[in-house]
């Protein structure tokens, strides 16, 4: 999974302080649906959003 992840392309979202706050992942990488969920499922307890979209 973490080879996977390192070859979607994407942002990292941050807020006015610095602290991350998201995660935005190029829709049109082949993977992104299945990793964005997972990411998901370990981020959320940070408060940290995974999303897919336009990069």
Do not use: C, T
Not at 1 to 18: K, P
Not at 27 to 39: D, I, K, N, T, Y
Not at 43 to 52: D, G, Q
């Amino acid at each position: 999974m973490v080879r996977d992840v390192f070859h979607i392309s994407g942002a990292l979202v941050r807020n006015a302080r610095g602290r991350l706050i998201g995660v935005l992942l190029n829709q049109h990488a082949p993977l992104v649906r299945g990793q964005a969920r997972s990411l998901d499922v370990l981020l959320r307890p940070s408060h940290i959003a995974v999303k897919w979209g336009e990069i």
